[in-house]
Nanobody
Framework: VQLQASGGGLVQAGDSLRLSCSASGRTFTNWRMGWFRQTPGKEREFVAS????????YYTDAVKGRFTISRVNAKNMVYLQMNSVKPEDTAVYYC???????????WGQGTLVTVSS
């Protein structure tokens, strides 16, 4: 499985940004895709996930109402729409994938999001 994340950059607080993740290497039926983020000195933290089949979504409380995860099955693409970003959203964002019944087992390279105040 290969995951390629893109879309990071420098934005100002309150702006919007969309991250993309291109997935390949297998069919993702009964899998889930997710976004995680990490800042220096901290552990990687869960941001959002979506199941490939039904599109069921989950979010960490810190991003609920501001971020939206989505997928386009036909294109094997997963997105993270980030609205009303805050400086504390600054992090390297990682795309991840794994069977729905287990933990995430595949990770892409990160894409850096920097939010200035």
């Amino acid at each position: 499985v290969q995951l390629q994340a893109s879309g990071g950059g420098l934005v100002q607080a309150g702006d919007s940004l969309r991250l993309s993740c291109s997935a390949s290497g297998r069919t993702f039926t009964n899998w889930r895709m997710g976004w995680f983020r990490q800042t220096p000195g901290k552990e990687r933290e869960f941001v959002a996930s979506i199941t490939w089949n039904l599109g069921t979504t989950y979010y960490t409380d810190a991003v609920k109402g501001r971020f939206t995860i989505s997928r386009v099955n036909a294109k094997n693409m997963v997105y993270l729409q980030m609205n009303s970003v805050k400086p504390e959203d600054t992090a390297v964002y990682y795309c991840a994938a794994g069977p729905t019944s287990t933990s995430f087992i595949h990770w892409g390279q990160g894409t850096l999001v920097t939010v200035s105040s």
